[in-house]
């Protein structure tokens, strides 16, 4: 039995405590009036005018550019973003940019907890996907890292909540984060009014979003108690019916998950952005997602080794588990590039604009991607000998998570604050309080059974295995 | 690799008392005996539609491509609905040699061997396609950028139809060395058999030499290790590049970024299925239950299921995301309502009932494990992805961004004699190979027989029960 000591444990809270602090401190700081956002744009303008030369003063000019093109830019007339600026611009151009501006600054802590909590509640869904695509697979190397893999399935019942809670909030227009939730977008009486949106308000209205988001979350976490009830009750029986059990809903999770992660993608992430569309998006999500999951339940389970809890775990499982971060990160730059290249090849306005936003805003991001989450984790886990070093793959782990945390941050982002983004007390902040609650729930869920689900029939298997 | 230890749970994977030496004379027989009359039969009909096929593609060529039902708006039917549904079979060929060897499935070794062949006569299909749908296909030779006398005029590398040219020839390339590299023990055994000089002579040369000894055995495994992982991410991209040959037009129900993956998905789909039938049969002629089992079958059929899932999901999003731009053009895709009602509707309700409906019948681990429905099934796959690939191209053609511009395609019997060409074209290769080369790996199978065999694994849990 893991016992979760106690400076883990401290050092989780801690994480939480801090991390709450940051967020608490980006919603005091964001803007309640546009004279505060006003102060604050003169004052980003002076910082940057000391610093002078840097990433900040890329973006003012890019930022500047955009604000006077605002009207004309057929490119532009698409994004939502842009909806707001030529609506303001009736009344006003520099009032109109201050309203716009506020609503940014206003959704920048909302957004930088958002960006957090989607990673780690898609990050952690995809481990128990993933768990699930071993069990069914019959996999013979990994039943050792199944304790592993439900300890870290153990944190979505946490996070659910959450998320659920800052769903009803955003539902109830807590936030804007959605722009197609605004008053009157589909009211054509109303100065806001977006025919656009107001054309697929049979997807995109608050009841079906809401209620079909808690048919997702509801639903995985239905089969992440399942499953573990099944695996803890299969330790110690004399048969293999809860292993079967397990089989079958593992068969129905995949299923179900296989329909609402795209689904789930639409509603949260691509509904940000409500006049873009693509094809691809809910699979790309996916890849994003099932990297990082690699990436954690190696990492947790090099931690639980170095603690001497994992003894039957040898390097043979880390080089598979290298060999799985490994194929699907070149997985994931297959999808990024293929979602990316068709889209600049046919270059259709109403396409384009996503990642032209992308580009001319998120420069540094959206290209610093490319070797984080390919070149490097490439280059350094091609070599075999390299795979079994827990030290590689915890260093190219770190690498591309934070890789992986740009690519939802870009995704999520410029749709919310535009060109507003930063890295401050509210997305540091987020981060280290999910951090703090994954650590928390994770090894909690861990120390409460066995660390090895010794009533799998392959466990024999997986205790020799050797590559 | 792994260790030796098998879960007990793990069904045979070679049925019955075999012995090393009885899986040789298994799969040499075939190829030391004689051929009976139904394989000169069925070899008689395929060469027969082979040169049918021959004689329409000249037909095509002598007299110009309007004797194809193609027109001016509808410029791609049959001819790439052919080139994209052949390879596409040809790919689980490689998924079952790469994929699954990265995989360490062992129940691939049954079967790799044919699927690899398959991959193989697939591809020369396919790639007939791209030279015959030419007006001037003599001048096909301009899309290698080769120095020349015009100035060297070179091609122009934006065009996914010349990385098409790039991907198929790279694709065949390597699967034939994969192919190759993996025959030369299987090749070395039957030279080694031989009795008469000819046959000698000819598998000596096939088999390049090979004797066998530890240090061959270890770079062996290196090769098809590094080959099986440059195989891997070939086998996607050349599916993905065939997928942008549409996926990167303006289009409305081709310019689609999921198309890259979905595609590779259905490639693996219908690959698996065409691997289904022509396995279902050989198991029988070649007298090859043992090691084609049922548990093979329904490995395969599990495959089929997931990727069908995968494919029934890209559907899906297709029909979704053409709602969801709030484009008009996007009503006549080809998964859209305007495709299910309009003149095209039987096509798409094929696509439906063959492709998502049927399949569904695996779910069922009776039909699952059933031969003859697995056959029955695969079959009907088979159909439905054609029907898929048709769809994409006919139906989006046949109303595009213009109204004046819309009308219907209607194939020509010389559409139809050239597809039934290139079945035959497959079938006359195949019946040659499952006559001429060991059908089987059998240097790989015989690595598993201790721990996956019947018999040995009766024994060791006789032992256990002691």
Not at chain 1, 7 to 12: E, R, V
Not at chain 1, 62 to 79: C, L, Q, R, V, W
Not at chain 1, 213 to 218: A, E, P
Not at chain 2, 120 to 125: D, K, S
């Amino acid at each position: 039995m893991y016992q979760f000591s106690s400076k883990l444990k401290i050092t989780a809270i801690a994480l939480m405590v801090i991390g709450l602090i940051g967020i608490i401190i980006s919603f005091a700081s964001a803007p309640s009036t546009e004279a505060e956002a006003a102060e604050i744009l003169a004052h980003q303008t002076d910082a940057h005018g000391a610093h002078g030369g840097d990433a900040h003063a890329t973006k003012e000019i890019s930022h500047d550019e955009h604000h006077e093109h605002a009207d004309k830019d057929a490119h532009h007339a698409d994004t939502t973003h842009d909806a707001h600026a030529d609506h303001h611009a009736e009344e006003g151009h520099d009032a109109g940019h201050l309203a716009h501006v506020l609503h940014q600054l206003q959704n920048r802590p909302w957004a930088a907890f958002y960006v957090a909590l989607f990673f780690f509640t898609f990050v952690t869904v995809v481990v128990f996907a993933f768990l699930n695509i071993q069990r069914v697979a019959q996999a013979g190397w990994s039943i050792v890292l199944f304790r592993v893999m439900e300890g870290i399935s153990g944190f979505l019942p946490y996070v659910s909540v959450i998320f659920l809670g800052f769903l009803i909030i955003t539902a109830l227009h807590g936030n804007h984060l959605f722009v197609w939730m605004a008053e009157g977008t589909v009211d054509p009486s109303s100065p806001n009014f977006d025919p656009i949106i107001a054309n697929k308000s049979g997807w995109l209205n608050v009841p079906r979003w809401l209620i079909c988001s808690i048919i997702y979350l509801v639903g995985w976490n239905v089969f992440v108690y399942l499953n573990r009830k099944h695996s803890v009750l299969q330790d110690n029986a004399s048969d293999l019916k809860n292993y079967y059990k397990n089989y079958k809903f593992g068969v129905a999770f995949l299923a179900f998950f296989i329909f609402t992660e795209s689904m789930s993608v639409w509603d949260w992430i691509m509904g940000l952005d409500p006049h873009w569309f693509s094809t691809l998006f809910g699979w790309y999500v996916f890849a994003t997602a099932v990297v990082s999951a690699l990436t954690v339940i190696a990492m947790v389970t090099v931690y639980l080794k170095s603690k001497g809890y994992l003894e039957i775990v040898n390097n043979s499982h880390l080089h598979d588990l290298a060999k799985f971060m490994f194929g699907f990160s070149i997985f994931w730059t297959y999808l990024w590039f293929a979602q990316f290249m068709l889209i600049w090849y046919a270059d259709m306005p109403e396409e384009t604009t996503y990642f032209v936003q992308r580009f001319d805003e998120y420069k540094l991001l959206f290209l610093g991607m490319i070797p984080l989450n390919f070149i490097l984790p490439v280059l350094m886990l091609v070599n075999s000998d390299f795979k079994r070093i827990p030290q590689i793959v915890l260093g190219t782990g770190t690498i591309i998570l934070i890789g992986h945390y740009i690519d939802v941050f870009v995704m999520i982002m410029p749709a919310t604050v535009g060109d507003q983004w930063g890295f401050g007390w509210g997305e540091v902040g987020s981060v280290l309080f999910f951090l703090g609650l994954f650590i928390y729930a994770v090894f909690t869920t861990i120390s409460k059974a066995p660390l090895i689900a010794k009533g799998n029939p392959f466990l024999h298997e997986s205790e020799h295995f050797h590559y | 690799m792994s260790s030796h230890y098998e879960a007990p749970i793990r069904e045979p994977l070679v049925l019955g008392e075999k012995s090393y030496h009885d899986i040789t004379m298994d799969i040499v027989k075939p190829i030391e005996g004689k051929a009976n009359k139904n394989w000169y039969i069925a070899f008689g009909i395929a060469l027969v539609a082979f040169l049918w096929g021959v004689g329409c593609i000249l037909y095509t060529i002598g007299t110009g491509i309007g004797v194809w039902g193609l027109n001016k708006n509808i410029g791609w039917a049959w001819d790439i609905t052919n080139f994209v549904w052949w390879v596409g079979i040809g790919h689980a060929g490689t998924l079952i040699s790469a994929v699954l060897l990265l995989f360490r499935q062992k129940w691939r070794m049954a079967i790799n061997r044919s699927a690899e062949a398959m991959t193989i006569f697939a591809v020369f299909q396919a790639g007939l396609f791209p030279l015959i749908h030419m007006g001037r296909p003599w001048n096909g030779y301009w899309v290698l950028p080769i120095p020349n006398q015009f100035g060297s005029l070179w091609v122009n590398f934006n065009s996914p139809l010349l990385w098409d040219v790039f991907a198929i020839s790279t694709y065949l390339s390597v699967s034939l060395v994969f192919w190759w590299t993996g025959l030369l023990p299987d090749f070395a055994m039957i030279r080694d058999r031989a009795v008469k000089p000819f046959q000698k002579k000819i598998y000596a040369l096939l088999s390049f030499g090979w004797s066998g000894r530890a240090k061959d055995w270890q770079r062996f495994e290196e090769v098809s290790l590094v080959l099986a992982g440059l195989a891997t991410p070939l086998v996607l991209s050349v599916h993905t590049i065939v997928s942008m040959d549409f996926a990167t037009s303006i289009n409305p129900g081709w310019h689609s970024t999921i198309f890259p993956p979905y595609f590779v998905a259905g490639a693996i789909f219908s690959g698996f299925a065409m691997v289904q039938t022509l396995l279902g049969i050989m198991r029988k002629v070649s007298n090859l239950e043992n090691y084609i089992t049922r548990l093979h079958v329904e490995y395969m059929n599990i495959v089929i299921i997931v990727t069908g899932g995968i494919v029934a999901v890209a559907y899906a999003s297709e029909f979704f995301i053409a709602w969801y731009t709030g484009s008009p053009y996007e009503n006549y895709t080809y998964m859209s309502v305007g495709a299910a009602t309009g003149p095209y509707g039987w096509a798409f309700w094929s696509l439906i009932l063959f492709n998502i409906a049927i399949p569904q019948l695996l779910w069922i681990t009776k039909v699952r494990r059933s031969f003859i429905w697995s056959f029955i099934i695969s079959i009907a796959i088979n159909i439905g992805m054609w029907f898929e690939r048709f769809d994409i191209i006919a139906i989006v053609l046949s109303k595009g961004h213009l109204p004046s511009t819309w009308t219907r395609f209607e194939p020509t019997f010389v559409d139809v004699g050239v597809f039934v060409g290139t079945i035959g074209f497959f079938f006359v290769l195949f019946l040659l190979y499952a006559r001429t080369f060991p059908v089987i790996a059998q240097a790989e199978v015989k690595t598993i027989m201790k721990s996956s065999g019947e018999h040995y694994k009766q024994l060791r849990d006789g032992k256990n029960e002691h």
